[in-house]
């Protein structure tokens, strides 16, 4: 798994590619942890992400926890078999979802 992270306005995008599992996902925490801050706007492209294991899903609760109080953060790009994943867990309902960057972007400056 890669992670690029780059700023689009005052938002920070992040795009994993590439599986999230029990190897990867401590990384995709450690990059995340320090965006996790109160009043970030984080917009997540999972357009590349190929495949989420448990741990990845139980990362994306983890991240979602960290911001709920305090962010925002947008989704976009879920293929169907982790959108599938998501909801057959209960974690979709916890994040906005969004088709595309720009309109994610709209989302977390509206």
Not at 50 to 58: H, I, K, N, Q, T
Not at 69 to 83: E, R, S, Y
């Amino acid at each position: 798994m890669e992670v690029q992270i780059r700023t689009v306005d005052d938002i920070t995008v992040v795009e994993p590619s590439g599986e999230i599992d029990s190897n990867s996902a401590p990384e995709l925490q450690e990059q995340m942890t320090p965006l996790l801050q109160p009043g970030a706007k984080l917009l997540m492209d999972m357009s590349r992400v190929e495949f989420m294991s448990s741990a990845g899903l139980r990362i994306m609760l983890l991240i979602y926890r960290q911001m709920a109080d305090t962010g925002k953060i947008v989704l976009v790009g879920l293929t169907p078999g982790i959108q599938d994943s998501m909801s057959a867990t209960g974690f979709l309902k916890f994040f906005t979802l969004a088709d595309t960057l720009d309109e994610g972007v709209k989302v977390l400056n509206g």
